[in-house]
Each structure stands twice: as structure tokens, then as C-alpha cells.
């Protein structure tokens, strides 16, 4: 079956640095774009950044542009998601995901998620 496993969440201080990891296996990892999505406590879950099938293109919200920068390697299926100059409002559970589409804004378009990672900013 499907498995998308994140790590690398954590607590860190305004201003610090993360790097969130996600392995995905059981799945032709070079025919989905893959994403970073969020959820806040009391919040819907939203779209972050993702990357297309061999890193031809990458998007992401414009609250993260110029801080956050997403990867993927095609020979080990991951993904990464560097985040430089966090702030508190990126507090969230981060989950990684996998788009068979080619749309890749919407929660809607993944078809497999994993089970989240919480990064925790202090201010």
C-alpha cells in the first residue's frame, strides 16, 4: 500500500530554520507532483508548495515565497521542504502528499496523504 511518512517537525525559535522530510513508497514516486499542506488548530488545512513530477516547476503560497523551498529526489522518493525565517504563524501540522493530477493547488487533487508533522514556532 501507499505510505507517505514525514519527518523533521519540531519547536524552534522565530527566525530559525526547518527542513521537513517525506518518504513515500509503494507508489511510481515520478508520477505525482508532490505538495506540502498545513492545518492550524482550528483552521482548514492549506496549501503550502509543491513540485512537479521531475522538479521541473515549483509553487508555493505567497506567505512562504523567498523562506520556504521545496525538493524531491526521484531515486530515493522523497521530498523535502526547507523553511528559513519561520515565523509563529507557521505553527502548524505539516502533512506531505501525493497528487496523481496535474492540478495541485487544491487539497481535493491528492490522493495520498501522511500522517503529519507538527512544527511549532515560538515567538
Known amino acids: 500500500q501507499v505510505q507517505l511518512v514525514e519527518s523533521g517537525g519540531g519547536l524552534v525559535q522565530a527566525a530559525g530554520s526547518l527542513r521537513l522530510s517525506c518518504t513515500a513508497s509503494?507508489?511510481?514516486?515520478?508520477?505525482?507532483?508532490m505538495g506540502w499542506f498545513r492545518q492550524a488548530p482550528g483552521k482548514e488545512r492549506e496549501f503550502v508548495a509543491s513540485?512537479?513530477?521531475?522538479?521541473?516547476?515549483?509553487y508555493g503560497v505567497d506567505s512562504v515565497k523567498g523562506r520556504f523551498t521545496i525538493s524531491r529526489d526521484n531515486t530515493k522518493n522523497t521530498i523535502d521542504l526547507q523553511m528559513n525565517s519561520l515565523k509563529p504563524e507557521d505553527t502548524a501540522v505539516y502533512y506531505c502528499?501525493?497528487?496523481?493530477?496535474?492540478?495541485?493547488?487544491?487539497?481535493?487533487?491528492?490522493?495520498?496523504w501522511g500522517q503529519g508533522t507538527q512544527v511549532t514556532v515560538s515567538s
Open positions: 502528499a501525493a497528487a496523481r493530477s496535474w492540478r495541485y493547488r487544491g487539497p481535493e487533487f491528492y490522493n495520498y
Open positions: 509503494g507508489l511510481t514516486f515520478n508520477n505525482y507532483i
Open positions: 513540485i512537479t513530477w521531475a522538479a521541473e516547476r515549483t
